[in-house]
C-alpha cells in the first residue's frame, strides 16, 4: 500500500521540463530601431538609432551613425539631433514639452522617411512619498519595510502612468498603471499614506510601490504619464518578454509601435514627474 | 401495348391488394436492459431495420410468414417466425455469446459487419473498447482515445480538445444525451469531463452530418449516457492514480424503469496537507463530476427519461485566489410511439457553463469575476418508417441562450466603497432549426440519404449593443460612439440559412462500396481563444452586426471494402470551403473586454485531407492503424499581410497505431504508438534593443515554422481477476505506461534572452544573449488502476 501512494506521488509530479534548443529559424535583413522620451522637464532630448539582427546574432548592436534626425512640435518648436556616438542623437540645448501639444519625430536613413508622433498628457507631482515598518502577522503584507506613494491622477481624462522606483540609483520596478476601474491604484488617492498602520488596521490595502528597503536606503520614484498606445506597447511588449512556455504565453506579436515605414522602437512623450526619499 | 397494360396492373395489384402490417419494438440487453442502438433486424427474402438511438425498430411487409431475425455484434442472434396477418409489436431481449471473456468485450462477426452498414465520415466507438486502450495516469478518456481516429486531431498534449477536418476547437458540437457541453476539460484540459462507466455510446460526424444535427461548423460528438440496469441492483467502479469512480445501477420497477448515478472525484489535492508549504497546504485542486440517469415506461408507447450531468473544477491557492468552473446539463425527454410507423422524442433540455474567480486580498479588497453560457431548448425529433425502403426524420429545435460575458464585483461592502462594480453587456438570443431528411433504399446496392436545415439565429434586446467595430473599415471603434437600444424581447441581427446535407453509398460488390457526402453548416455562436489550450475564461458570443454567422461547405468520397480475414478498411477524402472563420488581431485582448468585437478579424478558410483506416476487431490479436494527410489553411484581412497562412492547429501528417493482444481469457495487453507533424508557430525574425533587453522581432508570416513532431508511445496491461460461476464480482488490475521510451516532446517552443534567473537552470549560459527554449509537459509516467464490477 505504501508502496502504491509513491507510485502515485510520482505520476503526480508532472512538473514542465525546459532546456535550451539548438533550432534554425527564418531571418529577415536589419530593420530601423527607434528608441527615445522627450518629456515636459528641461533635458537634451535624445533619439537612439540602432538596427535590428538575426536572432541568435550574439554581436553587440548595430548603431547607426548617418542618419538625419529632426523633432517638430505644434508649439513651433523644430530641431534637429545631431549624431555624438553609439548611435544617439542628441539636440544642441536642453528642452521640454508643452502639455497638450504634438511632437513629431522624422529619421531619414539611408533615402527611407521614418515618422512618429505623440501628444505630452497633464498629470500632476506626487504629493507624498513615505516609507513604512510592517509589522509581521498582517494577512497582507509580510514582515519589512515598505514604500508607499501618493498622488493625484488627471480625473478629466483616464490616465495612463509608468512608474519607475530606484533603490540606490538601481531601477528596481517598473510598474504601468492606469484608472480603469476608478482609480490609479499605486497614487493611493484615498488613503492617508503617512498612516499605514491606520488605514491597515481599518481593513484598508494601500498599494505599496517597493518592498524590502533599508534604513539609508535612497529611493527614488519617476512618474511617467504616458499615452495610451505607449502603455498598451509596454503591456504587450512584457507579455512578449515574459514567455514561459505555458499555455498562459499571448501569441507570438509585435506590439503595435508608433514609428512608420516598418521601423521597431517606440519614440514617447512623456510627462514625468518625480520624488526622492532617504529611509529613516 | 399490352406489355403496359400488364405493367399497370400490377402496379395497382401489388399496392392495393396486397396488404401490408408492420413489426415494431425495442431490443434490449437481455443481461441488464439496457437498449441496444443499431441493432438489426433481418427478414428471410431480404430487407429488415435497423434500432435507433432509443432502441426502437419497425419493419413493414406485405402479409405472410416471415422469419425475423435479431442481430447485435457480440450477441445471440434471436430468430422469430412471424405470422404477420395484423400489425404486431414485438420486444426482443439479446444474450450475449456465452464464450466471450467478460461482459464488455464485443467480438463481432465478419457477416454482420457489413460494408454498407457503415456510414461515410462517421466514427464509432464502444466504451470497453476505448477501456483498453492506454491513456495517461491511466484515467480512461473518451474525448483522448477518439483522436486516435483518422479525421480527429488531439490539439495537443495535455489538452482535452480536438480538431475536426480543418475545424477549430468550438466548431465541435459535444452532446451528451442532446445536451451542449460548453466545456468539457477538466483541469484545464488534462483530462475530459467524461465519466467513461456512464457512456454507454460515442458517435462522431466528422462529415455527412444529417439535417437533424446542427449548430456547429465541423463535427458532431454524440454521447449517450447509459440508461442503467433494469434487471438487478449492480455497481462499477474503480481507484486510479488521479481518481476515484462509483457507478450504481438498478431497476427502480423491475424490467420498467431503472436507474444510474456515476460518479467520480480526483483526489491530488489529497496529498497537498502533506506539502512543506503552507501556501500549497491551503491550496485546492480538484475535479469531481456526477452522471445521473433515470428512466420510466410510462407505457407500451411511451417512455420517460431523465439525465443530467454536473461536473465542477476548484483551483484555490490559499484563500487569496480561487477559480472554479464547470457545466451542468438536465435532460428530460418523453420517448413516443404514435403508431407503428411512427417515433418521436421530445426532449426538454438544460445547459450551463460558469466560472468564477474569487480574489482576497484583504477585507476591502474582495471581489469576483464571473461569466457564463447558459441554454434552454427544445426540440423534437420525428421518424416515420414509411417502408423498408424508406425512411422520413423530421424535426426542429428552439433555443434561448444567455451570455454573460464578465461580471466584475465587489465582494463586501468594504470592497464597494472602494471597487465599482463592471457588468459587461449581458446578452440574449433565439437560436432554431428546422429539419426534414429522407433515407432512401433504392436498391441493394444505392442507399440514399438527402435533407435540408434551415436554422436561423436573432439576438435578443432588452441590452444595448455598442458597435465596437466599424463595419466598413474594420478598423476597432476606440471611443464608443455609436450604440443601438432595443426594446426587451425585441429581435435584431437575425441571420438565416439554409443547409443542404446528403450522401450516397453504392455497393461495388457485397464487401466493397463507395460512398460520397455533402454537407454545409452554419454556426452562430464561437469562443474567443487566443490561446493552445481551451480555457474556461475562453467566452462564448453570438454573432451580430460586425460577426457574421460563419459557414462550411464539404464534400467528401470514400472508399470502404472488408476482407474476409475480418480486415475492414476505409479510405476518404474531403475538401471544406469556410467562410467568416474568426481568428485576432495581434495582441488582442480577449479577457473581460466590453469590445470585443474590435478584436476580431475574419476571413475564409479551407482544408482538405485524405484518411486511410485499417481495422481488425476480431480474435486475439487486433487494432486498428489510421493515418491522415491534412492541410488547414486560413486567409484573413489584416493577418499575415492578407495571405493565406496555415492554421494555428495544421498538422500535415497524423499516424496512429494501436494493437491489443489477449493472452488468455484474463491477461490483455494493447500497445499504441502516436505520431504528428509539429504544430505551427510564429519565430523571430531578427531581435533588436531596446529599453535595456533584447527584444523579438516576429515574422509578419503567420505560422512560418514547425516545432518538431510530436511521437509517443504508450503500453498498457490488463490482469483480470478469475472468473467464478455464480460469483457476480469481478475486477481487473490496469497497468499502464504513458510515453515509455520517454520521448521530450515540445509542448512549447519559445525565444527570449537569457537572464540571471536561468543561471541556476543553464549555468552554461550567458546573461543577455538570446536562446530558444522547449518546454516538455509528460516524460513517463507509470499509472495503475483498479477496476470492479458487481
Known sequence: MKNLIYLILFSLVFAA???????????????????????????????????????????????????????????????????????????????????????????????????????????????????????????????????????????????????????????????????EFGSVSLLNSAFDVNDILGEIAKGSLPRPILFDVDTDDTIRVEQFAITQQYYQFLIDLGAQQGRSGTPFDPPPANPNNNISNGGLGYFSVAHKEEMELVVE | MRNLFQLILLLVSSSVIAQSFTISGRIKDAANGETLLGATVLVTDGGGGVTNEYGFYSVTLPRGTYQVTYKYLGYTDEVKTIVLDDNKTINIELGTTANVIGTAVISAKALEKKVENKKISVVKMETAKIKEIPVIFGEVDILKTITLLPGIQS??????????????????????????????????????????????????????????????????????????????????????????????????????????????????????????????????????????KANYDLSEKDRLYVSGYFGRDVLGLSELFGINWGNATAT???????????????????????????????????????????????????????????????????????????????????????????????????????????????????????????SSFSNMGGTEYNYTKNPET???????????????GELYNTYAGLEPRASISYNLTTTMALKGSYNRTFQYIQQATNTASAFPTDQWFSVNKNIKPQKADQVAVGLFKNFDIGLETSAEVYYKWMDNQIDYRNNANLAFNDRLDGELLSGKGWAYGAEFYVAKTEGMSSGFVSYTWAKTMREIEGISGGN?????????????????????????????????????????????????QWNSNYDEVRNNYRIPAYHRADIGVTLKSKEKPNKKFKSNWNFSVYNVYNRENPYALYFRDIRDTDLEK?????????????????????????????
Open chain 2, 644 to 692: 493565406p497562412y496555415v492554421a494555428n492547429f495544421d498538422r500535415r501528417h497524423n499516424l496512429s497505431v494501436v494493437f491489443t493482444q489477449k493472452f488468455s481469457k484474463r491477461l490483455l495487453a494493447t500497445a499504441s504508438f502516436v505520431f504528428s507533424s509539429g504544430a505551427p508557430l510564429t519565430t523571430p525574425v531578427s531581435k533588436y534593443y531596446f529599453n535595456d
Open chain 2, 762 to 790: 543553464f549555468p552554461t549560459a550567458t546573461i543577455g544573449n538570446t536562446a530558444g527554449f522547449q518546454t516538455t509537459l509528460f516524460k513517463i509516467i507509470p499509472a495503475i488502476t483498479w477496476n470492479f464490477e458487481f
Open chain 2, 332 to 454: 428530460l425527454r418523453w420517448n413516443h410511439i404514435v403508431n407503428e410507423k411512427m417515433f418521436v422524442n421530445t426532449s426538454l433540455v438544460y445547459s450551463d457553463f460558469n466560472y468564477g474567480v474569487d480574489i482576497n486580498f484583504a477585507e476591502n479588497a474582495s471581489f469576483g469575476l464571473d461569466q457564463a453560457i447558459n441554454d434552454i431548448y427544445i426540440k423534437s425529433d420525428w421518424t416515420n418508417f414509411i417502408s423498408q425502403k424508406s425512411k422520413l426524420n423530421f424535426g426542429g429545435q428552439v433555443i434561448y441562450h444567455r451570455f454573460n460575458p464578465g461580471l466584475f464585483a465587489p465582494n463586501n461592502e468594504e470592497s464597494a466603497a472602494i471597487f465599482q462594480e463592471v457588468q459587461i453587456e449581458k446578452r440574449k438570443a433565439i437560436e432554431t432549426g428546422w429539419y426534414v431528411g429522407h433515407e432512401f433504399k433504392h436498391s441493394n446496392r444505392l442507399n440514399m440519404y438527402y435533407g435540408l436545415r434551415v
Open chain 1, 17 to 179: 521540463c525546459e532546456k535550451i534548443v539548438d533550432v534554425e529559424i527564418p531571418s529577415e535583413s536589419p530593420r530601423l530601431v527607434v528608441e527615445g522620451q522627450i518629456t515636459n522637464l528641461k533635458e537634451l532630448w535624445k533619439v537612439r538609432l540602432t538596427l535590428s539582427q538575426p536572432y541568435f546574432d550574439q554581436e553587440e548592436v548595430d548603431a547607426i551613425a548617418d542618419a538625419i534626425v529632426t523633432i517638430k512640435g505644434t508649439d513651433g518648436t523644430d530641431v534637429l539631433l545631431s549624431y555624438t556616438d553609439t548611435g544617439m542623437f542628441v539636440s544642441n540645448d536642453s528642452l521640454q514639452c508643452i502639455v497638450g501639444e504634438e511632437y513629431s519625430l522624422s529619421i531619414i536613413y539611408k533615402g527611407d522617411t521614418y515618422t512618429s508622433k505623440e501628444k505630452l498628457q497633464n498629470a500632476f507631482a506626487i504629493d507624498t512619498l513615505a516609507a513604512f515598518y510592517l509589522p509581521p502577522n498582517d494577512r497582507s503584507f509580510p514582515e519589512g519595510t515598505y514604500i508607499f506613494l501618493q498622488g493625484q491622477s488627471d480625473q478629466a481624462n483616464q490616465s495612463f502612468y509608468l512608474f519607475k522606483t530606484y533603490r540606490n540609483d538601481t531601477l528596481k520596478s517598473e510598474d504601468l498603471d492606469d484608472d
Open chain 2, 155 to 292: 490539439a495537443g498534449e495535455g489538452n482535452s480538445g480536438f480538431n475536426v477536418r480543418g475545424g477549430s476547437q468550438d466548431q465541435n458540437l459535444i452532446l451528451l444525451d442532446e445536451a451542449t457541453v460548453y466545456n468539457a476539460s477538466h483541469l484545464l484540459g488534462f483530462f475530459s469531463v467524461f465519466n467513461g462507466d456512464a457512456v454507454k455510446d460515442l458517435e462522431v460526424y466528422k462529415g455527412g452530418i444529417p439535417a437533424k444535427y446542427g449548430g456547429r461548423l465541423s463535427s458532431i460528438v454524440d454521447i449517450k449516457m447509459r440508461d442503467g440496469n433494469s434487471k438487478r441492483f449492480a455497481a462499477i467502479g474503480g481507484i486510479g492514480t488521479i481518481s476515484s469512480r462509483l457507478t450504481l445501477e438498478g431497476p427502480i420497477v423491475k424490467d420498467k424503469s431503472s436507474f444510474m448515478v456515476a460518479g467520480r472525484r480526483s483526489y491530488a489535492d489529497v496529498f497537498l496537507p502533506f506539502a512543506p508549504d503552507e501556501t500549497i497546504q491551503n491550496s485546492k485542486l480538484y475535479f469531481y463530476d456526477l452522471n445521473l
Open chain 2, 474 to 488: 474594420n478598423e476597432p471603434i476606440a471611443e464608443l460612439t455609436t450604440s443601438d437600444s432595443f426594446a426587451s
